[in-house]
């Protein structure tokens, strides 16, 4: 199910990077560490009583100005505009309306979003609606007064902000299999999709950078629905020269949190490197399937065990996603082309199978026969019983003495020998632990 979209703009300086920071401070689970990849922090997940939903932040917005960065930052904010379902309109409730703000308001009329008007700096609670009457002007309907800095009214704008998502943003997707197309710049992530679906459905050319967006492309392949999301390449930070491409990695990003299998492309001439492992890295954090496609394989001269060789490079170098399936491809000469499709249908299945408590617990009872849990002071880590919770990734409960005496070594053990019984091949599974006081 993929999360609706929430995109605060406005003129320089009204505060909306501090409202940013306001919401997602309190909720600290929002913006989860990745490892070896820093999300841009104008990029952020939410929640507000149950419902969640991104939330990203724009530069201010100077609508007529000549000046380069000003004009690119107004072009981030019209992309965020785009992406957005509900869109938070900032003005500054201490300077008043302002040519400025028309103009920005006249930008965001022609989105024909939900656009939701918030004065902020509005710093004492008695003069809550003192300050917001000159902003009727604008037409976006009642302003709402907030204060970021003192959390002033928050709760009531976030109450507004869900009412105005649309209801399908919450409704259970349907039985289609999203794909998620990612990798760096100019691996072939576009020629697959245009391969795989036989039209020319998106732009491919050799210049890096050439796809901007995530775009869907609905596909059928032996009955079953699939939608393949080809993605803009994602580049080291470093690499990230302009604000545009800034926000095509942002978009990249929401493509992998509403996807259900990632296809990380990599250019098999130049092989892994350290930017693949932080695409994956985003891929594995997520949750979500992890097929590792190597394109360009007819590039490549073969020797025994060149393929078999190549793999096990891949899997020693991406230990934490070591599950992910490798698949070798040219898109040039369709080699392998579709089983990409068949890989991830796979891989999907493994995201959603189920093991029954009876079995699960069988699978641990030999498992810790084998080898005996550890232990810290004389005191060993019990496992009275485990229970499969969840899907999508698989998630397992454990009821146990000590979460600290679950040492990682032997969680990675006990993960062993689940996918040895059961496979879960290209999805990682998750624990979780819920002491229970014993003996």
């Not at 105005?164 to 072939?188: L, R």
Request: net charge negative; hydrophobic share 40%; with cysteine.
């Amino acid at each position: 199910m993929s999360k609706p979209v929430l995109a605060v703009v406005g003129r320089p300086n009204v505060g909306k990077s501090t409202f940013f920071n306001r919401i997602i401070g309190e909720r600290r689970a929002i913006v989860e560490d990745i490892p070896g990849v820093t999300r841009d922090r104008i990029y952020a997940e939410a929640e507000w009583n149950g419902k969640e939903f991104a939330i990203i932040d724009t530069g201010g917005i100077e609508a007529k100005t000549d000046d380069t960065i000003l004009s690119q930052m107004r072009d981030q904010a019209v992309m965020a505009m785009e992406m957005a379902d509900v869109i938070i309109f900032m003005v500054d409730g201490k300077e008043g309306l302002t040519t400025a703000d028309r103009d920005v308001a006249t930008i965001l009329r022609r989105t024909g979003k939900e656009v939701i008007l918030v004065v902020n700096k509005i710093d004492v609670p008695e003069r809550l609606y003192d300050n917001i009457y000159d902003f009727y002007e604008l037409g976006f309907g009642e302003p709402i007064g907030i204060s970021s800095v003192n959390m002033l009214n928050l709760g009531d704008l976030l109450d507004r902000i869900i009412e105005g998502f649309p209801e399908e943003a919450y409704e259970e997707d349907d039985d289609t299999v999203k794909i998620a197309i990612i990798g760096k710049p100019n691996v072939g992530k576009s020629s697959m999709v245009n391969a795989l679906t036989k039209e020319n459905r998106v732009i491919v050319s050799p210049i890096a950078g050439t796809t901007r967006d995530s775009i869907d492309t609905p596909f059928t392949y032996n009955d079953q629905k699939y939608t393949l999301i080809d993605t803009a390449g994602l580049r080291r930070k470093s690499k990230v020269y302009d604000d545009i491409e800034r926000y095509s990695v942002i978009r990249a990003i929401a493509a992998v949190e509403r996807c259900d299998v990632c296809v990380l492309m990599i250019d098999a001439v130049e092989g892994l490197t350290e930017q693949d492992k932080k695409i994956a890295g985003i891929a594995h954090e997520e949750g979500k399937g992890l097929l590792i496609v190597v394109n360009k394989w007819d590039l490549i001269e073969k020797e025994t065990n060149t393929m078999r060789d190549y793999e096990r490079k891949i899997k020693a170098e991406m230990l934490f996603a070591s599950y992910a399936t490798v698949l070798f491809t040219s898109v040039v000469t369709k080699r392998r082309i579709y089983d990409v499709i068949e890989k991830c249908e796979a891989i999907q299945k493994m995201r959603t199978m189920r093991i029954t408590t009876g079995k699960l617990n069988s699978i641990l009872e030999d498992a810790i026969m084998m080898q005996q849990p550890p232990q810290d002071k004389g005191r060993r880590l019990k496992i009275y019983y485990a229970a499969q919770i969840g899907i999508c990734p698989p998630l397992f409960s454990f009821n146990i003495n000590d979460k600290k005496l679950m040492h990682f070594s032997y969680a990675r053990y006990l993960e062993n020998k689940i996918r040895d019984a059961y496979g879960f091949e290209g999805t990682s599974i998750k624990f979780i632990y819920k002491e229970k006081r014993g003996e």
